[in-house]
C-alpha cells in the first residue's frame, strides 16, 4: 500500500493506493494556512488514511506529498507556495522527523502527471500512451511531462513551465517578470484579471456572459480557448507526447471546454497540412473531475523502480506485487 498527499491551497487530498495501482481509500481534508499549519494538514491526512485503511505509517511502501511551488525533490524543500502561506518550507524533513521515515515530496503538477499517467496506462482501459503531458489549467497554467513512463522534471526542474512562455509582447507583466505569459491569457487567475465579477467561479460568469452575447466576454473566452490550443500545441511540437491530459480547475468546465480546444486544433488543421498530419485534437483528452491525479502521483513517486517511476506495463506492475 502506498499513501499520497496532494496539499492544494484550500483542499488536500489523500489516498492510500494498493499494489496494483487502485485507489483504495481517499479523504479530503481543509488546508491550513501558513508552514506549521500545512504541516500539521500533511500528518493529519497520514493520520487518517493510515486509520481508514489499517495499515501502519511505518508499513506504507512509500509516503508522497505533492505540493504547489518550486521543489527540491532530493531534500523535500519546498519554496515559493505563495498560496499555502510560505516562501520556504523543509517540508520533507519536517515530516520525515514526525512520522520516522522517508517521505517524498514532488510538485503538484508534476506529481499529477504521474497521476495522468498512470491513470492511461496501468488503470486505464486503453491502449498504455508511454508519454504523456498533463496540462494544469489552474490559478495558474503549467505542464507535467512524462516521457517514455518517466516522469521528466528536466535539469533545474522547470521542464514543462510552459504557462511562462510569451505569447503577446504587448500583454501585461505577468509575476514572472516576463510581458503577455501564456498564463497571463489562458489560466483562471487570466479570467479573473480580465472578467471581474462576484461570481465565486469567474469562469462560469465569462462563460454566461458570452453566452448571452456580451462582446467583451465573448473576446476573452475566444482568447482563453485559443491559447489553451496553443499550450496543447506547444506540449506536442516540443515532446510530441501521445496525449495532453486536460486538468486542474478549469477542467471542471468539461466536455464544453475539450469540444471548444478540440474545435481551434481542428481549425489550425484546416490552415496547415503539417498540423493536420499531428492529429492534435484527437490527442488531447481531459483527467476525470474525480480523479485525484496530484495524489495518486505522490503516492508513486516513491515507487521502487526508480526515482519519479511509476509501473510502465502490466509485467512491472506483476513485479511490483512480490
Ligand atoms: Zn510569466
Not at 299 to 318: D, S
Request: charged share 20%; net charge negative; glycine share 12%.
Amino acid at each position: 500500500m502506498r499513501l499520497g498527499l496532494d496539499i492544494g491551497g484550500t483542499k488536500t487530498d489523500a489516498v492510500a493506493v494498493d499494489h496494483t495501482g487502485v485507489i483504495v481509500d481517499r479523504v479530503r481534508l481543509a488546508t491550513g494556512f501558513g508552514p506549521e499549519a500545512v504541516i500539521a494538514t500533511a500528518l493529519d491526512g497520514v493520520a487518517r488514511i493510515a486509520e481508514i485503511t489499517g495499515v501502519p505509517v511505518p508499513e506504507f511502501e512509500s509516503i508522497g506529498i505533492g505540493i504547489p511551488g518550486q521543489v527540491d525533490v532530493t531534500t523535500g524543500s519546498v519554496w515559493h507556495a505563495v498560496n499555502l502561506g510560505f516562501d520556504e518550507l523543509d517540508v520533507g524533513r519536517r515530516l520525515g522527523e514526525a512520522l520516522g521515515r522517508d517521505v517524498k515530496v514532488e510538485n503538484d503538477v508534476k506529481a499529477a502527471a504521474l497521476g495522468a499517467y498512470h491513470l492511461m496506462t496501468v488503470a486505464g482501459p486503453g491502449p498504455a500512451a508511454r508519454s504523456i503531458a498533463y496540462l494544469n489549467l489552474g490559478t495558474g497554467l503549467a505542464a507535467g511531462l512524462v516521457i517514455d513512463g518517466r516522469l521528466w522534471r528536466g535539469a533545474r526542474g522547470a521542464a514543462g513551465e510552459i504557462g511562462h512562455i510569451p505569447v503577446d509582447p504587448n500583454g501585461v507583466l505577468c509575476a514572472c517578470g516576463q510581458r503577455g505569459c501564456l498564463e497571463t491569457v489562458a489560466s483562471g487567475s487570466a479570467i479573473a484579471r480580465q472578467w471581474v465579477s462576484d461570481d465565486p467561479i469567474p469562469a462560469r460568469s465569462l462563460l454566461a456572459a458570452a453566452e448571452a452575447g456580451d462582446p467583451e466576454a465573448v473576446a476573452i473566452r475566444s482568447l482563453l480557448i485559443d491559447n489553451i490550443a496553443a499550450a496543447v500545441r506547444v506540449l506536442v511540437l516540443t515532446v510530441d507526447v501521445e496525449v495532453v491530459m486536460i486538468g486542474g480547475g478549469l477542467s471542471n468546465l468539461g466536455e464544453w471546454l475539450l469540444d471548444e480546444v478540440r474545435r481551434v486544433l481542428t481549425s489550425w488543421a484546416v490552415e496547415s497540412p503539417f498540423l493536420a498530419s499531428l492529429g492534435l485534437d484527437a490527442r488531447v483528452q481531459l483527467v476525470p473531475v474525480d480523479f485525484p491525479a496530484a495524489a495518486v502521483g505522490a503516492a508513486l513517486v516513491g515507487a521502487p523502480t526508480g526515482a519519479g517511476a511509476v509501473p510502465q506495463n502490466q509485467e512491472e506492475v506483476a513485479a511490483w506485487q512480490k
